[in-house]
């Protein structure tokens, strides 16, 4: 059964950082384009970024570019995405998800994801 599984959320002060790691243990990554996304209480989920199968493509929302970053190491089987100077306002549940195999999403949205982790939470407050 495919599963992806994220870690590393917890609870930081606002200005800190922490660094989420998705990872799959019954697949290689290397094949799949990943993305991160978050949902924060009320709210609907946003993509936040993106990562192409090679990692040869990266891509931010708004909200989150020049603080966070994604990266992959397939040797690993695992895709990170380090927080830096959080907010508040990126207190959600963070997932992982995984295009189809060999695809490359036109969109950080999550209908171009077909494979979900089950979330891990962050949250930024004092």
């Known amino acids: 059964q495919l599963q992806l599984v994220e870690s590393g959320g917890g609870l930081v002060q606002p200005g800190g950082s922490l660094t989420l790691s998705c990872t799959a243990s019954?697949?290689?990554?290397?094949?799949?384009?990943i993305g991160w996304f978050r949902q924060a209480p009320g709210k609907e989920r946003e993509g936040i970024s993106s990562i192409t199968t090679s990692g040869g493509s990266i891509n931010y929302a708004d909200s989150v570019k020049g603080r966070f970053t994604i990266s992959k190491d397939n040797a690993k089987n695992t895709v990170y995405l380090q927080m830096n100077s959080l907010k508040s306002e990126d207190t959600a549940v963070y997932y992982c998800a995984a295009a189809q195999k060999y695809k490359l999403p036109q969109r950080l949205t999550v209908d171009e994801y077909v494979l979900w982790g089950q979330g891990t939470q962050v949250t930024v407050s004092a």
């Open positions: 019954t697949f290689s990554l290397k094949y799949y384009s």
